[in-house]
Each structure stands twice: as C-alpha cells, then as structure tokens.
C-alpha cells in the first residue's frame, strides 16, 4: 500500500518530464521560441530528478540496510557532478564550446555505461532480451564516454594529429568482434547456468575494458576537422544507450528522452555530413587528407594585398556589403570588432548581411552562437541557401577568416578533396576583401583560387587588429566630415 | 489500482519507433543557424540519465554497486546541469534587431538602424 502513492508520482512526473522534453526541444526550433525551450525542458529535468527520490519507498529488500548511506551518496554525487559542470559550462567561451559539448555527452554515456554496469555486476536482468539489451546499451555508452573524451582532447589541442596504423581498421574489427563475443558469452553463461572460464566479474570488466578500448581506437584516426560530426554522433549514441537502459529499468521516461535524442542526433549528424559534402561512412572509416596532395589546377593571377583602413573606406562608400565570417575570426576574438565596424557602416547607410556556412567553425552553428555573442540580432545572419545568390548584386564580400568555405575549386575542380561541398559564392560578388593571418592554406590544405581573382584584394594580418584599423579609418572620415 | 509500470517486447518497440519518429519530426525543421545549441540541448535531454542512475544507487546492496551507483549519479548530473548552463547561455544569446520585426527577411536595414542600433 505504502508504494502506490510514491509509483503514482513518479509515473506522473515521468510522463510529465517526457512531454516536457519533446515541447522544449519543439521550442528550441525557432529563435524567437527557443530560449523559454530549454526552460521548459529544464523544468522536466528538475521534476524528473526530484520525484526519483520517491524511488526509494519501493527497493529491493537486499538494498533494505544501505538506503541511507545510498540516499546521501546520490545527493553527494548529485551536489557534486552538477555542481561542477554548472560552474564549468557557466565559465566555459563559447570558442571551447564543441569540447564542452563532448564531455558532457561522453558523461551520459558513462552513466548509461555505469547503469548498466549495477545492473550486471548485481544480475538484475531477468530475461535474455533485457540482458541482451543491458549489453547492448552498456556498449554503446561506454564506447561514447570514451569515444567523446578522445574527441574533447583532439578539439582542445591535447592530442594533435589524427593517429594513423597499418591495419587499423581490421584491428578495430577485431576488438569490436571481441567485445560482442564478450557479451554473447556473458549472455549465454547467465541463461545455461555453466561455470564460466573465467570468473563473472571478471567478464564484465573485459567487457567494459573491450567496449572503452573501441570507442578510443575508432575515434583517433579521425582527423580535427571531422570531430563535429563524431561528436553529434556520439550524442546520438548516449540517447540510443540511455534509451535502452530505460528499457532494462522499465522507464518511459528515459525510453522515450533517450529515443528522441537517439533520433534526432542521427538526423543532425547526416545534415552536417551533407554540409561537409561528405558521407557518414567516409568519415567514420576513411582517412581525410590523404588526397589532398593531388596536383593543384592552375590558378591565374597573384595575391594583390591592400592597406585594411583602404578596404575600410571602400566598404564605407558601397551600398552593400556581405560578411563571410571563419573559424579565424573567432580564434582573433575579432567578433566584437566586427560588430562594432558593422554598425558604423549600418550607420552610414549601407546593406550589412552575414552569410554564415553550415560548417563555420569547428561545430556546424557555432559561428551563429559567436555572433550572437557578439550582440549581432539573428536577423542579419543568414544561411547558405538563402543568401548564395544575392552575391552577384552586392558591392563587397568581406571574407574574415574563411577559407576552404570560399573556395571556388568545391564548384570546378574535381580533383580537389572538397569538390562537390556547397560553398558560399563570395568570388561572385563585384569586390572581394579577404582577411588573412598569412598566405598559409586553409583546415583542408587547398590553395583557394578565390584570392588569385580579379576582384579580389587581400588584407593581411589579425582578424581583430585589421578591424580596429577599418574601424578607425571609417570614423576618421566621419570626424572630417563633420569638421 | 495499480501504477506500476511493465513494459515488455511490442510495447516496447512502440514506445522506440513513436519517440524516434517525434526526435526526427523536431529536428528536421530546426534551422541551420540553431545548430549547435540543439546540439547541446538534445545532449541535455538525455541528461535524464540521472534519475535511472538515482534509481540503481538507491537499489545497491554492495560497495560495488554503491561505487558504480554513485559515478552513474555523478556523470549524469553533470551531463544534465552542464548541458542546460551552456544551452541556456547560448541561447539567451540569440537577439533580434531593435525595433523591428523577428521574421522580416532579406529587408534592408537602413531605416531601422538610425545611427546608434
């Protein structure tokens, strides 16, 4: 009797929390309505976690004695692991925010992983398919905890250059086949009952050890470039193995949170391969770069640099301007700069856009959050698709910190490893300024033939200083003017 | 009554096939520009995570299981908290024009940016 009251509010917060989840994230979808999204969402999240004390009126007897002790440690490690990312995900720029990301995610994975680890260790699974699926998810975490933390170290610069063996991918097959032996062979001792060749735990932890060795291994042929798309592929697979651990601990909630992400992480993974112009397949089993060294087409006209206060003034002067902003902008800290030149030439009357490509940045959306930042209103920003073809009728592109994005060869050369990715028509506009560190390539390695043409002028130097110097040229015609 | 819940084989790839469906639906008309805090708003939903990792602590009878329980709390939470901080920061972030409307598209911004904006 005592159970049922408690059941009754969990199953009502549960269902509550899922409804709450889907709203949010339905919200998320549009500017406007996302910020009171992830609300929503929070709130489930906060019922959700609460009502799961009530848990503790309907335990097994054997966990009877512990409740207590148990009762505080979840607080600790509630108090603590919050507490800890709150702090870090406050503090954390928004530059790093695609490592954050990762170790967040590769978090869930490690609590699907570790779920399913009790659940093991304490041979809770009735039944072969729960414990089937017990595997099946404990896989699929830890190979995101650990796939996730190789991830984090290549974004944040930790482990440099992609590690590339002969034979890597048999390899990498024979530990996958291993650990699925594992499992299988797990399976098939709990249901005949036979003496295992080596004791039970001991499996578990080959287990673990085989699934946390794979998701490494897979993860660290995979070149910098591609770690984005890894990493929303990794989120994916900590919905998919949260959704299964809900299984085993009959929990719609987590079945359907679990579900959704599973699902939708899987959805934004392809749309950024397609953005990359590349397949899932290709960067998960195939070692980018290696084409690059193909002879380059023959690129006519020179380098042609300008002062950056010319450029300044002559973006000044013309009627429209479109803003191609790169990761490089980001790495100068040149957002804020930018906005601030962006409103003196507004002020002046002229058409500023941004065009924005879908991969801009080391995560596809990230150069959108660093404008954001900035204070630039989302209503200015605007997506490949829908600007591509105002190029041709504007006076200037302005290219800061872009490279491979711009890259004309995507469209002509078919020997070029980019070939076919949707680029942004910057060398179609009648003006092009490029902003430069140097004349070093681009993340892929590709001469750009953008900055050889006609109509375009380089400005060499930090993204952040070339715009102090437009913003100072442009506001010394202003102070004349008024003089 | 009875509100325990029991779900078992078809009832259960029900539940799989109806959420992936509503996950597919709900992302495919988010825009490019939302990517990344989706991005981490999904992975703040399965943050959820923790409330199935409260719910094999509380039920641990040996140090092991007392020692897993509580690391699956402690990743889970900090896959929830930390998920919702940098989702919500990044998108308190997103900002309309002043004095104009959020869905006007390929307008010019001349008039409304009278000097200051």
Redo the contacts between chains.
Sequence with gaps: MLT?IP??II?AT?LT?AFL??Y???R?????T??S???V??VG?LV??LA??L??FD??A??K???L???G??I???V???????W???K?A?TS?PQ??A???G??G???G??A???L??N?ADGV?QLAVTLIGALIGAVSLSGSLIAWAKLDGVIKKPLRIRGQQAFNGLVAIVTLGVGGYIVFVTRSGATPLIPMPDLIYLFFGCALAFGVLMTLPIGGADMPVV??IY?AF??LA??L???V????????????????????TL??AK?MNRSVNNILFTNFGVATKHKQGDIKGSLKPVEAGDAGIFMRYASSVIIVPGYGLAVAQGQQKLYEFV?LL??A?V??KFA?H?VA?R????M??LL??A?V?????F??E?IND?FANTDVALVIGANDVVNPAARTDKASPIFGMPILNADKAKKVYVVKRGQGKGYAGIVNALFYGDNCNMVYGDAAAVLTKMIEAVRALGTKAAA | MQFSIAISGFVALYIFMLAAFAGWVIIGHVPAILHTPLMSGSNFVHGIVVVGGIFALLNASTILEQGIGFFAVLLGAGNAAGGFAVTHRMLAMFQPSEHKPAHAKHGHHKASHSGKA
């Design positions: 049922i059941q009754f199953g549960d929390a989840f889907m949010g994230l339905k998320m979808s549009s500017p406007v996302a910020p999204g992830i609300m969402a929070g999240m959700a976690v799961s004390f848990y503790a335990i097994g054997s966990a004695p512990h409740l002790v148990n009762l440690l979840a600790i490690a509630l603590i692991g919050g507490g800890v990312a709150w870090s995900g406050k954390v928004m925010m954050m990301v170790i967040y995610n978090m869930g490690g609590a699907a570790a779920i680890a009790v659940e260790f304490g809770k398919t990493i929303s989120n900590t919905g949260v959704g651990e809900g299984f601990l009959q929990n719609p909630a987590l079945m359907i949170a679990g579900m959704v992400v599973g699902a939708a992480g899987m959805l934004l749309l950024m953005a409103k507004q002020a009357g058409s500023v924005v879908p940045g995560m596809p959306g990230q959108d959050v954001a930042e204070g209103p989302y209503d200015l920003i997506q490949l829908d105002d």
